[in-house]
C-alpha cells in the first residue's frame, strides 16, 4: 500500500472501533468505480477488517455482478429498482452469477429511490422473490428528485413519513432497512425519529454505519466527518493513482511527436 492508503487504513480502524463502522461501499453505478480501484479498496477494507459492499449498474448488470464477485464482497444492492418485475430480474441475476453456497455468505439490497419504487414496495414484499432478500435501501437524493423536491429536502417531514412508512413495512417483512443519500450530521435527529430498531444502517457516499448504535452516540457527528475525510483520501488516491498513468502517456506522446511526427506527415498519416 502507499501512505495514503495507509492513511485510509488507520481511519477506518478509527472509525470501526470508535464510531460503529461496518462496511464500505463502492458504486459501479453513479460513482463509475473501475475495477483496479475497487481491488485497491478491498486490500484496504480487508486489512480494517470490514466489509465491501458493491452498488452494481442496473438490475441486470451481470459484468458487474461477476465483477464482485471476483473482487470477493459481502454483499450487492441493486439500484432503481421500481417494480416486482425488476426486483425479480435483479434476483435472477443473482442467482445467475453466485452459487448457493456464497449467497449464504452474502446479502443482497436493493434501491429504492423513487416515488414510483415506493408506491410499489407492497407489491414487492409480496413477491417470492423478495425473500432472497436482506433489505431494502432507500436513496434519498434520487427519492427528493423523483418528487419534484430538491436535495435540501432530504430530511423534510414528507420523506421522513416516507421513510417511517418504508420502516414498519420492513420490519413486519423481517428485512433490512437502509438509509443513503445526503447523509450527514444533521440527519441524525432524522433517523433517531424512525420507530425503535428500524434502521439498520445508514451510509454515506463511501462509509456504512450500524445505525443503532450511531444514533445513540453523542459523537456520531464525528464519525460521520471522518468519514467523509476517507471519502476525501479515496478520491485522491485515484487521483495520483491515474495522474501517475496520464504523465506517463503524456510522456511517450511527447517523444513520439518528436522523433516521428514529420516522417508520419510526409508519409500521408495523420496524428
Known amino acids: 500500500m502507499n501512505n495514503l492508503e495507509k492513511q485510509m487504513l488507520e481511519t477506518l480502524k478509527d472509525l470501526k472501533e470508535n464510531h460503529h463502522v461496518i462496511g464500505i461501499k463502492a458504486e459501479f453505478e453513479a460513482e463509475g468505480t473501475r475495477l483496479e480501484e475497487a481491488l485497491r479498496l478491498k486490500e484496504v477494507?480487508?486489512?480494517a477488517d470490514l466489509d465491501l459492499f458493491i452498488k452494481v449498474g442496473g438490475c441486470e448488470a451481470i459484468k458487474d455482478m461477476m465483477d464482485a464477485r471476483v473482487?470477493?464482497?459481502?454483499?450487492?444492492?441493486?439500484?432503481?429498482?421500481?417494480?416486482?418485475?425488476?426486483?425479480?430480474?435483479?434476483?435472477?441475476?443473482?442467482?445467475?452469477?453466485?452459487?448457493?453456497?456464497?449467497?449464504?455468505?452474502?446479502?443482497?439490497f436493493i434501491n429504492v429511490e423513487t416515488k414510483t419504487g415506493a408506491d410499489n414496495l407492497d407489491a414487492m414484499i409480496?413477491?417470492?422473490q423478495f425473500a432472497d432478500l436482506a433489505g431494502v435501501v432507500l436513496g434519498r437524493v434520487d427519492m427528493t428528485g423523483s418528487m419534484?423536491?430538491?436535495?435540501?429536502?432530504?430530511?423534510?417531514?414528507?420523506?421522513?413519513?416516507?421513510?417511517?412508512?418504508?420502516?414498519?413495512?420492513?420490519?413486519?417483512?423481517?428485512?433490512?432497512?437502509?438509509?443513503?443519500?445526503?447523509?450527514?450530521?444533521?440527519?441524525?435527529?432524522?433517523?433517531?425519529?424512525?420507530p425503535a430498531?428500524?434502521?439498520?444502517?445508514?451510509?454515506?457516499?463511501?462509509v456504512i454505519f450500524d445505525a443503532q448504535a450511531a444514533i445513540k452516540d453523542p459523537h456520531a457527528d464525528k464519525g460521520i466527518?471522518?468519514?467523509?475525510?476517507?471519502?476525501?483520501?479515496?478520491?485522491?488516491?485515484k487521483r495520483d493513482f491515474y495522474g501517475m498513468?496520464?504523465?506517463?502517456?503524456?510522456?511517450?506522446?511527447?517523444?513520439?511527436?518528436?522523433?516521428?511526427?514529420?516522417?508520419?506527415e510526409?508519409?500521408?498519416?495523420?496524428?
Not at 467523509?228 to 488516491?237: I, Q, R
Open 71 to 108: 473482487i470477493g464482497v459481502k454483499g450487492i444492492v441493486g439500484p432503481m429498482i421500481e417494480t416486482p418485475y425488476a426486483m425479480g430480474k435483479y434476483v435472477k441475476a443473482v442467482h445467475f452469477v453466485f452459487p448457493e453456497e456464497e449467497r449464504e455468505e452474502m446479502e443482497f
Open 266 to 271: 510526409e508519409a500521408g498519416g495523420h496524428l
Open 45 to 47: 477494507v480487508t486489512k
Open 197 to 206: 430498531g428500524a434502521l439498520t444502517k445508514f451510509e454515506t457516499r463511501k
Open 126 to 128: 409480496q413477491s417470492p
Open 148 to 194: 419534484g423536491l430538491s436535495r435540501e429536502d432530504i430530511n423534510s417531514d414528507t420523506i421522513f413519513a416516507m421513510a417511517e412508512e418504508m420502516s414498519k413495512k420492513l420490519q413486519k417483512a423481517g428485512k433490512k432497512m437502509v438509509i443513503g443519500g445526503g447523509v450527514s450530521a444533521d440527519s441524525l435527529p432524522f433517523f433517531a425519529k424512525l
Open 245 to 264: 498513468i496520464f504523465r506517463e502517456d503524456a510522456a511517450r506522446i511527447t517523444m513520439l511527436e518528436n522523433r516521428y511526427k514529420k516522417l508520419i
Open 225 to 237: 466527518l471522518k468519514a467523509v475525510g476517507f471519502e476525501l483520501m479515496w478520491l485522491k488516491n
